[in-house]
């Protein structure tokens, strides 16, 4: 079992930065890949970035390419989504997931990840 808890989110003005944790439990950090998801009302969750187990690896959907940064620390257990210029279209739910079948893979599929967090809540206003 793993859990997954994230923080972070709040309310930003456009062009402003936030920076979401997701804290990992249970079994071994290190060993999988872990991933950013976000679902805005009445959406679809999407894809925003992930991390294989290293560090070494990351990929990120399109539209936040460039302002969005995934990184990871596995000895405090942890993952990172650095968010800047965030724009109105960023409003979202943020999920954290885990992705525990894979090492190397930074899979855009949530069909690929195990786990996930409760959420956590972005709002960017205009």
């Known amino acids: 079992q793993v859990q997954l808890v994230e923080s972070g989110g709040g309310l930003v003005q456009a062009g402003g930065s936030l920076r979401l944790s997701c804290a990992a439990s249970g079994r071994a950090f290190s060993p999988y890949a872990m991933g950013w998801f976000r679902q805005a009302p009445g959406k679809e969750r999407e894809f925003v970035a992930a991390?294989?187990?290293?560090?070494?690896?990351?990929n990120y959907a399109d539209s936040v390419k460039g302002r969005f940064t995934i990184s990871r620390d596995n000895i405090k257990n942890m993952v990172y989504l650095q968010m800047n210029s965030l724009k109105p279209e960023d409003t979202a739910a943020y999920y954290c997931a885990a992705d525990t079948d894979r090492r190397a893979d930074t899979s855009k599929e949530s069909g690929a990840y195990d786990y996930w967090g409760q959420g956590t809540q972005v709002a960017v206003s205009s």
């Open positions: 991390i294989n187990w290293s560090g070494s690896s990351t």
